[in-house]
């Protein structure tokens, strides 16, 4: 999607470790000006920007909570003051709760959060991003494949990345005539310290043998379904939820 004539623009959100930072360092790599989103690992988000400046890439990191609308304005307005536009925008910000607690365990407050940052805070950047993306951009949401496996202590999280489906599929019909496709991304079992919070090691091996490929996703496994979801090869995908979790469903 890039050229040395006109450099693309990417926001990727929560990017200051784990898979966000992988995918911004991807894009990065693949020629991409790259937005490095966070909203309060400053320092780590600097040392995802020093990275890609040292491979030769462009890079800036902006602090932005994407549950706050106003945020979010201001990270696009950041994006456009340092780079020109933006063409790409990666959903990638969430949180999930680390006790993975069943429903009727669940609190008022986790539950508010986890809508406030995975369902809110997608909706506040597809909003910014439907009439700021160029031409023929792309957006990629992340959702869970939590949600084909339906596991206790998912309830509330899976149900914030069903909306995540919903929301991309539809706003992938919003968008005709604009040449920018919607997708997301449904990561299985991850290395990363969203994942590896809060579960003992018997529980990490387990779900790392679930999968046929019998071993835990890493980031730059994530990194790599999105970077051919903004790319050329991916132009007629659409609408669509791409399962990369090893074949665990």
């Known amino acids: ?77 950041a994006a456009v003051k340092a780079f020109g536009r933006v063409d790409v925008l990666v959903n990638n910000a969430g949180i999930m709760p680390s006790g993975l607690p069943q429903l009727g365990d669940t609190d008022d407050a986790t539950f508010d959060r986890l809508f406030a940052v995975n369902v809110k805070g997608t909706f506040n950047a597809l909003r910014e991003a439907a009439t700021r993306l160029e031409h023929g951009g792309r957006i990629v949401n992340f959702s869970t494949s939590v949600v084909g496996l339906a596991l206790p202590g998912y ?34 079992p991850t290395a990363t310290a969203l994942f590896l919070d809060g579960k003992t090691p018997e529980m990490i091996e387990r779900m790392a043998k679930m999968a046929p490929l019998e071993r835990l996703g890493t980031p730059e496994d994530i990194a790599s379904a999105v970077a051919f ?18 074949g665990l469903v």
């Open 1 to 77: 999607m890039t050229s040395s004539q006109t450099p693309q623009v990417a926001i990727v959100t929560g990017a200051s470790r784990g898979i966000g930072a992988a995918i911004a360092q991807r894009l990065a790599q693949d020629g991409y000006s790259v937005v490095v989103n966070y909203a309060g690992r400053s320092a780590e988000a600097q040392t995802v920007v020093k990275a890609i400046e040292a491979g030769g890439g462009k890079a800036i990191a902006v602090q932005a909570d994407v549950a706050d609308s106003a945020a979010v304005k201001s990270m696009f307005d």
């Open 155 to 188: 309830a509330v999280y899976a149900a914030t990345k069903s909306a995540v489906e919903t929301f991309t599929n539809i706003m992938a019909k919003e968008l005709r005539g604009k040449n920018i496709t919607v997708n997301a991304i449904a990561p299985g």
């Open 229 to 246: 979801l903004v790319g050329r090869d991916a132009a007629w995908v659409n609408g669509q939820t791409l399962r990369a979790n090893g």
